[in-house]
């Protein structure tokens, strides 16, 4: 859903490695397969008074907002918008430093059982991507406040990442629309990663699983935003990253062609 910086992130946040290239299972040019794909996401929307809401979209990362459609302080130092347009609309907007990073329509069904996010993310190269996600109430009686867990998605957009060699043993998983990089080592330390629309404090560590498999852990001030499985296939064509979110009970998988 929209604002995790997760899927900001989701969406909003991928990755790249190396080896030595000739060596190297990862590294290459991927793009995205949504066929083989499954977002699954989940937020909570909290009553907070009139007019006013807390929204959790991963862990504890909770942000209490008033619904007057004005920029107001959001989480990791980002800003947070929802305008209420009809008991059954908001429009919801972050932005970073200033900039637009998501906007997005969040329709609730006549028997508010159902709550469709159309999602767009503003790239660093000035392209966007586009993502509907549809909800089902898991807990909640009516309006948006409620737990809501994504049931269909629908990608509306390419996305590529490239994983390049990094030094002796490392990888660098890099997001050219993104204009965004982390570079590794794994030897468990935080490497911060480097680009425009990414919060300060953001750092990643990694460890090998195995030849064609690392494990990555993004942070925000030291404090874990997820934790992805990246495998790459023994015919070496397909990347597979496995996305699991505090928080939320089941992950991301992402399907990737070289």
């Known amino acids: 859903m929209i604002l995790r910086f997760p899927r900001q992130l989701l969406v909003v946040l991928l990755f790249t490695g190396a080896l030595c ?43 209490t907002i008033l619904a007057d459609g004005t920029d107001q302080p959001g989480i990791f130092g980002t800003t947070f918008a929802v305008t209420v347009r009809s008991p059954n609309q908001w429009k919801v907007v972050r932005k970073n430093g200033g900039h637009v990073t998501i906007s997005a329509i969040w329709d609730l069904s006549p028997d508010g059982n159902t709550l469709t996010d159309n999602f767009t993310g503003y790239r660093a190269d000035g ?5 509907l996600y549809k909800y089902s109430r898991t807990a ?34 890099v997001n050219p629309a993104q204009k965004m990089t982390k570079s590794i080592k794994f030897d468990g330390k935080d490497y911060a990663s480097q680009g425009p629309n990414l919060p300060q404090g953001y750092a ?6 195995n030849e064609r498999s690392v494990e990555l852990t993004d942070k925000i001030d030291g404090k874990v935003m997820d934790i992805q499985q990246v495998e790459v ?26």
């Open 204 to 209: 990643t560590s990694g460890r090998r699983l």
């Open 140 to 173: 909640g009686t009516s309006g948006f406040a409620g737990t809501w867990e994504s049931t269909s998605e629908q990608v509306n957009s390419s996305y590529e990442m490239q994983i390049e060699t990094y030094e002796d043993n490392g990888l660098s998983f």
């Open 127 to 131: 392209s966007t991507s586009n993502l």
């Open 233 to 258: 296939s023994s015919d070496g064509k397909s990347l597979t990253i496995t996305t699991q979110i505090p928080g939320h009970t089941k992950p991301n998988i992402q399907v990737f062609d070289r």
């Open 21 to 63: 290239a000739a060596q190297n299972p990862f590294a290459g040019t991927w793009k995205l397969n949504p066929a083989k794909s499954k977002l699954t996401d989940q937020m909570k929307v909290e009553s907070a008074g009139p007019n006013k809401y807390t929204f959790i979209f991963s862990g504890d990362n909770s942000e």
